[in-house]
C-alpha cells in the first residue's frame, strides 16, 4: 500500500510539473528584436509601414466586406469554429489607440494582446514573430494614422474545449517558437529578403503547409500544401517538384504571377486572387522577385502518400472529347495557352496538384484571374457546372492532368459531386 502510495505520489508530482512546464514554455516572451534601422523621418516611417501593411495582407482579416478600413469583423473559420478579425484603428475604446508601440509588438512577436491575453493562432503570429522590431514599429505608426473607427471587436465563436484560451498554453508550448529569424550568412541579401517576406510577413504557410489535427503547420514538411478546409480550396506546393510544385517556373516566373496575378504557367484563382488583388500586386519587383528567388531554393516536396489510380483508355478519348469541344479554343489543343490570356494548362501546378480539387472548382465555376494594375482587364472563365454532370467532368480533369506532359492521376465522379456540393455552400 505505502509502495502505491509513493508510486501515484510520483505520478502526480511528475503531472504537476508536465503542466508548470508547458504552461511556462507557452507563455514565455522572446527578447530578440531583429535591426533596429528604421526610417528616422516620421512620414518615410509611415510610408514603410503602409507598404508592410499590404505585404502582409493585414486588410483581408481586419476589414470586413463593406466596412471601414482595419474595423475588423471579417469572420475567419476554422475547424474549431469562427474567429473575428479584431479593430485596429485607433480608436482608444474599441482599436489599438490605447496601444503602445511596445503593446503592439507584443502581439505580432510573441503573440499576445496589451493585457497579456494570449491569441489564438489564426492571427498568424507564429509567423509574424520573425518580423524585425523596425517593421512592426513601421506597422504601428501607420496604423495610427488610419481614420480612428468605434466598432467593438466581435468575440470568438469557438466549440468547447478550444474556446478555453488557458488551453493555447500547451499549444503554443508545443508548436510556437518566438523570435526573429536572422539572415543567413551561406546566402544572398536577395535570398535573405524572400525568405522574410515569404516565412515571416507574407506567412505563405498559413495556406501552404499542411497542418496537423490541432490546427498547427507541419514544420517538416514546410510549403507542401494542403488543403484549406473551411474554404475548399487546395494550396499547391510551393517547392520545387516539377509536377506538383514549381519546378518548372522561373524566379521571374513566381514574380509576375504575384505582381499581375498571371504567369507562363498559371494564373491566380480563388483565395490567391484574393491575395494578389490586395497584397503582392503592391510589392516592389525587387521584393517579388526576392520571394521567387527563395522560393526556387526550396527543394521538391515529399512524395505524397499514395499513388492516384491511371486513367484508362476510354476516360481520356471522353475527357479529350471534351477538351476538344470545350477548351481548346482558350487553352489550345496542345495545352500551351494563349500568353497573357489564357494560361498554360501544360505544366500548371494547379492543374498537377496532389489534390484535383482546384481543377474541379475552376471546370465547376468558372472565374476570373485578379484584376491588377498591370492586368486590369483579365480574361475569364466561364462555369461549366450547369452544362457538364459530374462524369463529364471527372473524365475532362483526368484527361488534362494527364496530357502534354503532366502526370497527376484520375479523378473520380464522387471526387466531383463533393466538390460541387463544397461551391453550393460557399
Known amino acids: 500500500m505505502k509502495l502505491m502510495k509513493r508510486i501515484l505520489g510520483v505520478l502526480l508530482a511528475l503531472a504537476v510539473i508536465t503542466l508548470v512546464a508547458l504552461y511556462w514554455l507557452g507563455t514565455r516572451d522572446d527578447a530578440s528584436t531583429g535591426p533596429a534601422a528604421a526610417p528616422a523621418d516620421p512620414q518615410q516611417r509611415i510610408e514603410r509601414g503602409r507598404y508592410l501593411a499590404q505585404a502582409g495582407n493585414c486588410a483581408a482579416c481586419h476589414t470586413a466586406r463593406g466596412g471601414q478600413a482595419y474595423a475588423g469583423g471579417t469572420p475567419i473559420p476554422t475547424p474549431f469554429g469562427t474567429i473575428y478579425g479584431p479593430n485596429i484603428t485607433p480608436d482608444e475604446r474599441t482599436g489599438i489607440g490605447a496601444w503602445s508601440a511596445d503593446d503592439f509588438w507584443q502581439a505580432l512577436h510573441n503573440g499576445k494582446s496589451r493585457d497579456g491575453t494570449l491569441l489564438y493562432p489564426a492571427f498568424p503570429y507564429t509567423e509574424y514573430t520573425r518580423v524585425t522590431r523596425a517593421d512592426a514599429d513601421a506597422l504601428y505608426a501607420y496604423l495610427r494614422t488610419v481614420t480612428p473607427v468605434n466598432q467593438p471587436s466581435r468575440a470568438p465563436e469557438l466549440e468547447f474545449p478550444y474556446d478555453q484560451r488557458i488551453l493555447l498554453a500547451a499549444w503554443r508550448a508545443l508548436y510556437f517558437r518566438p523570435g526573429v529569424q536572422p539572415p543567413d550568412p551561406d546566402q544572398s541579401t536577395q535570398w535573405n529578403r524572400g525568405r522574410y517576406l515569404v516565412e515571416g510577413l507574407g506567412h505563405c504557410a498559413a495556406c501552404h503547409a499542411p497542418r496537423n489535427s490541432l490546427g498547427a503547420t507541419r514544420a517538416a514538411d514546410g510549403l507542401a500544401g494542403g488543403i484549406i478546409p473551411t474554404l475548399d480550396w487546395y494550396a499547391p506546393p510551393l517547392t520545387n517538384d516539377p509536377q506538383t510544385g514549381l519546378g518548372r517556373w522561373s524566379a521571374e516566373d513566381i514574380a509576375a504571377l504575384l505582381r499581375t496575378g498571371i ?132 473524365m475532362l480533369v483526368s484527361y488534362i492532368r494527364n496530357s502534354w506532359g503532366n502526370q497527376a492521376g484520375g479523378v473520380t465522379p464522387l471526387e466531383v459531386k463533393r466538390a460541387r456540393a463544397a461551391s453550393t455552400r460557399n
Open 263 to 394: 504567369a507562363a504557367h498559371s494564373s491566380a484563382s480563388g483565395p490567391m486572387a484574393e491575395v494578389v488583388l490586395g497584397s503582392t500586386q503592391h510589392l516592389s519587383d525587387a521584393d517579388a522577385l526576392a520571394m521567387g528567388v527563395y522560393l526556387k531554393s526550396l527543394p521538391a516536396s515529399p512524395a505524397a502518400a499514395g499513388t492516384r489510380a491511371a486513367v484508362a483508355p476510354a476516360a481520356m478519348e471522353l475527357g479529350g472529347r471534351i477538351y476538344r469541344q470545350q477548351c481548346a479554343q482558350c487553352h489550345q489543343p496542345a495545352g500551351e495557352g494563349s500568353p497573357g490570356a489564357w494560361p498554360a494548362l501544360a505544366g500548371n501546378p494547379t492543374v498537377t496538384a496532389p489534390s484535383p480539387l482546384n481543377a474541379i472548382r475552376m471546370v465547376l465555376d468558372g472565374g476570373f484571374a485578379p484584376a491588377t494594375a498591370a492586368n486590369p482587364r483579365p480574361h475569364g472563365m466561364p462555369p461549366f457546372g450547369q452544362s457538364l454532370n459530374d462524369n463529364d467532368i471527372a
